[in-house]
């Protein structure tokens, strides 16, 4: 390949931030208003127009298990979010609290225009510096050291090179983490596979009355004769499903685009284009064979694609399957969880959506009051000094992946990240020797449920 040599000067922004969190998801705003709140000077940056990621802009309109049906564990922001979206009467009407405060694998439906508007507030009050439609394009790093000194950002202002003391990478795709030469694992090139991407919609006109109850149940039925039909272009069997929203509309987990590979442009131009059409697909097929769906519209696709795996940091520690089976607690672990691993079918064929179906119905869950831990460990990029991950990229291996890849989690990384930036700043300790004890006694005192008794100064290596 030729190349082309692209030199220029840009301006330098006079002042020097605390933080700097690159992508403005359900883990780049927990960790910048919580960072904000303990007193930084926070610059969040965000490719669109809205923060929340994938429950905004990609319409994935519900938040997953936050319990494992004897009580709550996913606290802190996370929760502080959907109380007030309670309060505000901005979840599902007929939702019942339980869903997120102790039920066992249940979601918390949503509507979007609610949360953006709670997360704007949230970072506004907290005095976060929020910065929309800019991307992180460079950045000035010195990798022997493990140490970020700025970031270039590209808005319709140009280019422009910021400083900072400590640097989030919540961009899902590790996008500032490789920029700055960390070492990353690729879905595909290190994985034998890529898990399926998804466009997210939303269609209205829906009677939710006739499915009693049994919507998911009876969408699987029909799903099983339109295949048989030869109704869809791809024979694909795995429907997570249409989930209710509200009284008449509901968001559509269906269609996917297999062997997307995120980190080429043209798998994601080619995927969004052959998103759309199948969510046209799938709204005929709704019409045509599932009672209460007669009537439905098609309101919008997603603006954002659904992906569930692309790039991932080797982190200080690897979160991986036998912790999550052992139901491994850690010293310095800054999250719990009890979702199940959910890694989609990697293709059409038969054998595969078995496989699917055998790990995630009958072997991918922990049962009733069970849960594991995340470690801090997986949020630091190896001996990186001022530079934390959250959310979708962080060090773990694909199975886990399956379970901490979604909003609660990445919520619950991005708040530990931002924590232990401001930590960081103001006691000298470097991310990659950070005092794992006061980094956990912080984020009890900011309501996350931590139950370990043991602590300790070191993050868990091993």
């Known amino acids: 390949m030729t190349t082309y040599t692209f030199q220029r000067s840009i301006p330098v922004l006079d002042e020097c931030y605390d933080l700097i969190v690159a992508g403005g998801g359900p883990a780049g705003a927990a960790a910048a208003i919580c960072a904000a709140r303990l007193g930084a000077k926070v610059l969040l940056v965000e490719g669109t127009g809205c923060l929340g990621g994938m429950g905004t802009s990609g319409l994935v309109t519900a938040f997953d298990p936050m319990a494992n049906g004897e009580r709550r564990l996913v606290g802190g922001l996370m929760n502080e979010i959907v109380e007030t979206l309670y309060a505000r009467q901005l979840l599902r009407p007929d939702i019942d609290p339980?869903?997120?405060?102790?039920?066992?694998?249940k979601w918390?439906?949503?509507?979007?225009?609610?949360?953006?508007?709670?997360?704007?507030?949230?970072?506004?009050?907290?005095?976060?510096e929020l910065c929309f439609f800019t991307k992180v394009v460079d950045a000035d790093a010195d990798v022997m050291k493990g140490i970020v000194n700025?970031?270039?950002?590209?808005?319709i202002e140009g280019f422009t090179y910021v400083k900072a003391k400590?640097?989030?990478?919540?961009?899902?795709?590790?996008?500032?983490?490789?920029l700055c030469g960390v070492e990353c694992r690729e879905a595909g090139r290190d994985t034998p596979g890529i898990m399926p991407a998804t466009l997210a919609s939303l269609f209205t006109g829906i009677n939710w009355d006739q499915t009693r109850g049994r919507s998911y149940e009876i969408q699987q039925e029909m799903l099983e004769k339109a295949l048989a039909d030869g109704h869809f272009s791809q024979p694909d069997r795995h429907l997570p499903g249409m989930a209710k929203v509200n009284h008449t509309v509901g968001y559509l987990n269906g269609g996917h685009l297999f062997n997307l590979n995120a980190l080429r442009c043209k798998d994601l131009t080619e995927g969004i284009i052959f998103g759309r059409k199948l969510a046209r697909e799938y709204m005929d097929f709704y019409r045509k064979y599932v009672?209460?769906?007669?009537?439905?519209e098609h309101v919008t696709t997603a603006s954002l694609l659904g992906i569930r795996e692309s790039r991932r940091i080797v982190g200080e520690y690897e979160l991986n399957v036998h912790d999550y089976f052992a139901r491994r607690q850690f010293p310095d672990q800054i999250g719990m969880f009890n979702k199940s691993i959910d890694i989609h079918p990697y293709n059409n064929s038969e054998e595969e959506y078995n496989r699917y179906y055998e790990e995630f119905e009958k072997m991918g869950r922990l049962?009733?009051?069970?849960?594991?831990?995340?470690?801090?460990?997986?949020?630091?990029?190896?001996?990186?000094?001022?530079l934390w991950v959250a959310g979708r990229c962080v060090s773990s291996d694909v199975q886990v992946h399956g379970s901490i890849r979604v909003q609660p989690a990445a919520s619950m990384m991005g708040q530990?990240?931002?924590?232990a930036a401001v930590q960081a700043i103001k006691t000298g300790q470097a991310a990659c020797q950070l005092n794992t004890e006061t980094l956990i006694r912080t984020l009890r005192d900011n309501d996350a449920y931590l139950p370990q008794e043991e602590l300790s100064y070191d993050m868990t290596r091993v």
């Open 98 to 105: 339980d869903a997120w405060r102790k039920s066992y694998h």
């Open 291 to 296: 009672p209460g769906f007669e009537n439905i």
């Open 416 to 419: 530990a990240a931002g924590t």
């Open 150 to 155: 700025g970031v270039v950002l590209h808005n």
């Open 108 to 128: 918390t439906a949503f509507q979007v225009e609610g949360y953006k508007l709670v997360l704007d507030e949230l970072c506004v009050d907290a005095g976060v």
């Open 367 to 386: 049962g009733v009051g069970e849960c594991f831990g995340i470690p801090y460990g997986i949020l630091v990029p190896k001996g990186w000094r001022n």
């Open 166 to 178: 400590t640097f989030v990478d919540a961009t899902g795709d590790a996008i500032l983490s490789n």
